[in-house]
């Protein structure tokens, strides 16, 4: 675990640092699909991600889903630390977008390193920094473009994420992230296909444009 930590982490964090992660941290392993954290969980841990990329969603009062933003290997999820030090229930769902390992880091550690280790807080305060950026930009994305654009967009994300521009995805769960319907997303999927931006399969989607 320790060659995974200095991979990804050594260029941020200290070597002590990385010896208490090591030593304390709780290796998870999950697969495409699991539910990492669900709406309403209280949060005790917060995880460091080592490997893969997951999906946050928010879910509305009748259980319709959007995406907010993918958390990707080094990255952690700000909104779990607000959860843990604010003891707080969860106000999103995280999923595992591909297969993924990482490191659940206990809450109490989280706090006291802050003042411990100035490369935590440097860590912390720029994960809060990059998910503002990300909340700002799917706001953005909702209120000023129009679907088909929404709908590139993201499609190229996932794309990123997964690092292949072949997706395996039903338009079905491109509408749920989408919070729209089936039929709207099948009618500009093949709009895009026309415009040459994409290659629609049976069961995929070959991102063309990136």
Same mark, same amino acid.
């Given at each position: ?172 769960? !491109? ?29 995929? !989607? ?5």
């Amino acid at each position: 675990m320790y060659t995974e930590l200095s991979h990804n982490f050594a260029y941020l964090f200290e070597d002590a640092l990385l010896k208490e992660i090591e030593t304390i941290g709780v290796f998870k392993q999950f697969k495409a699909e699991d539910t990492i954290i669900e709406l309403g969980d209280f949060i005790k841990s917060m995880p460091l991600l080592l490997s893969g990329a997951i999906k946050i969603l928010r879910e509305d009062e009748n259980g319709e889903e959007l995406v907010l933003y993918y958390l990707e290997k080094g990255d952690t999820c700000a909104m779990t630390l607000s959860c843990c030090m604010g003891q707080t229930k969860s106000k999103i769902r995280a999923v595992a977008e591909t297969d993924v390992s990482l490191i659940l880091l206990p809450k109490e550690k989280m706090t006291e390193w802050l003042s411990s280790y100035k490369s935590w807080q440097a860590f912390i305060l720029e994960s809060y920094h990059n998910r503002v950026e990300e909340l700002l930009e799917a706001v953005d994305t909702i209120a000023f473009l129009k679907m088909e654009d929404r709908i590139f967009k993201y499609l190229k994300d996932k794309a990123m994420v997964n690092g292949n521009d072949e997706l395996a995805t039903t338009h079905k769960q !491109i509408a749920e992230d989408l919070h729209t319907s089936r039929v709207v997303i099948s009618r500009l999927l093949k709009k895009l296909e026309n415009e040459q931006k994409i290659q629609l399969f049976r069961n995929s !989607i070959k991102v063309l444009a990136l």
